[in-house]
């Protein structure tokens, strides 16, 4: 057995724990969703060759090379616009709870937060029932009323009284029967 590969491999995993950071989970609230409109690029490149001809010579080369990259997809202001409106329905969402909140206007740290947010006042919406009842319950309770003969399952708002023939309560001392004996066959 080779030790001298298993210490590589041990110094090697070593190396790689002490200089490789844990995963952390990324934050894309408010980022640009990996929009990229192209690259510009400036590298240098130098070649020596040597030639063993008769003379042996050798031959030295610089470049200086610029790379533009760009990348297939939306066109870049389209793709800039995108995450601008992304960005901006994310603040509508969150303006409410920002200006509802005076405590954050006087800390420091939320100061560009409390500028974005100025003057954004949130549409409320103005669907649901005063009485906080859902309008499945008012569309059952309508129902109920042009229906008065059909029952439904789990009707809580509008059904059978307990005290006019529905069900009763039994009173508290009351003692229920036994089950009846399971006859063996």
Known sequence: MNYYFTGLIILALTM????VEPAYPKNEYLNDYGVRCGEMEVSTERRD????????????????????RKYL??????????????????LM?????????????NN???????????????ARDNTRPADSQSLWDDMKD????????VK???DKIIGPKLDKGGLKIPPKDYILPLPKPKINE
């Open 142 to 149: 309508d129902y109920k009323k042009e229906n008065p003969d």
């Open 152 to 154: 439904l399952m789990n």
């Open 73 to 90: 997809g939306t066109d870049c202001k389209t793709a800039k616009e995108n995450v601008a409106i992304k960005q901006q329905l994310e």
């Open 49 to 68: 060759t040597d030639y063993n001809y008769s003379d042996s010579n050798t031959h030295e080369d610089q470049y200086l090379r610029f790379t533009y």
């Open 108 to 122: 420091s740290n939320f100061n560009l937060l409390v500028s974005k947010c100025r003057g954004v006042t949130p």
């Open 16 to 19: 790689l724990a002490l200089f």
């Open 93 to 105: 969402k969150m303006c409410g709870r920002v200006n509802s909140n005076p405590s954050l206007a």
